[in-house]
Structures are given as C-alpha cells and as structure tokens.
C-alpha cells in the first residue's frame, strides 16, 4: 500500500488522477492548492473527527479549539477522567461526548490507533466502526488523513457530494451510493481525489469543509 504521506506523493496522485480521468484536469485547475491534509495517528486524531461528526468545519475547529484547551494533553484517559461539565464546557453534544467516551474506553481497552493505520482499509474501518459512536465517514476520514491511505473516498460526506455534482455537472448531488460507483473509477487514488474535491469545494464556496487534520 502507497501511503499518501508527502506533497510527492500527493502530487503524483493527482497526475495520476488526471489521466485516469481527463474531466479532473479542469477541477484542478479550479481547485488551487490541494492540501496534504496529514495527521499524527492517535487518540487525537480521532477525537478531532469525533468532533467534526455533522457540523460545520468553523464549528468544529471552535469545540475542538476549547477542549484541548481544556484537556491539553488531549488523551484516552483524560477525557476517561473528566466529568460531563467540562464537556458542556467545551460545547460538546452529548452523542459527541458519548462517542469520544466510547473511543476512549476503546483505546483503554486496547484499541491500537496507530497499528490500524498499516492494515488495509476495509479491515481498519471494520475495528473502528465497532465502536459505538464511531460510523463509517469518521473511521474513513480517520484512515485518510491519519493513516495516509491512498484509495478511500468518504462518499457520505456532503461536501464532497456538492463539490463532485458541481464540478461534473450532476444534478441533483450524487449522493452516498451513486458517489461510490462514481468513485470507483478513481481507484487507486480514491483519497486524492477526496482531497481534490475539498480544495475545490473550499473555492467554490470560500469555506473550507474538509476535516480537521
């Protein structure tokens, strides 16, 4: 597995991409800089895409911002060891806290973040999901900027779904399933095209909406 660990790396996949499929060398264009957009794997990492679950990017630097400044280091056990208040504190709902709680006791329980980052994506994103609180876009997005995988697409992602369905002239925005089909011809640089996408939503819309990373 090619790890999508340097701006090489990235821009090769782009190259690639583009002669995979001529329509992106336009969305390239448009999109500006494509970000690397990497991570160091661990319970931070994850907490961050926790956070980020179904709110807007601004929302999600804002909570984030406040926790880790409230639990710094931002740890399994230090958020294992706080109490309800200090996650009001920091703005989170409770599904949120419920799912940072479950990752923790996850990681307590001998969940190794760092290792999953080395398997392949499909047997990853089953252990991840196994923890409550923790869905399919979360354990993707996880593997994509933690793990540096290069063939995962996060087709649930609404931005992604209106960056694509704008770009290539889909309308209405395709949504998960029709995304996935489409993305399959992307393969083996899903993750690139991902990271594509989000830099061209950021210009068609002057917000970024990708995750944290």
Excluded at 117 to 124: F, G, N
Aim: charged residues 20%.
């Amino acid at each position: 597995m090619q790890s999508i660990a340097t701006l090489d790396d990235l821009y090769r996949g782009l190259d690639a991409l583009c002669a995979l499929d001529p329509r992106l060398a336009g969305v390239r264009a448009l999109a500006g800089e494509v970000p690397l957009r990497r991570s160091q794997p661990g319970f931070h990492s994850l907490a961050s895409i926790i956070v980020a679950q179904q709110v807007s990017r601004a929302s999600a630097d804002a909570i984030f911002g406040r926790l880790t400044r409230l639990l710094d280091p931002l740890t399994a056990d230090a958020v294992l060891e706080a109490d309800e208040t200090l996650f009001r504190e920091a703005g989170l709902s409770r599904p949120k806290q419920r799912g940072l709680r479950a990752a923790a006791h996850a990681v307590a329980d001998g969940l190794d973040l760092c290792r999953l980052c080395y398997l392949e994506a499909e047997e990853a994103i089953a252990a991840l999901t196994a923890v409550p609180g923790i869905g399919p876009w979360t354990a993707q997005c996880y593997l994509l900027f933690a793990g540096g995988h290069p063939d995962i697409f996060p087709a649930r992602d609404v931005a992604l779904q209106s960056a694509v369905g704008n770009a290539l002239g889909i309308l209405p925005r395709p949504r998960e399933k029709a995304l996935l089909e489409l993305a399959e011809s992307w393969s083996p640089w899903r993750s690139v095209a991902a990271r594509l996408f989000w830099a061209y939503y950021r210009e068609l819309k002057g917000r970024d909406a990708a995750p944290p990373a």
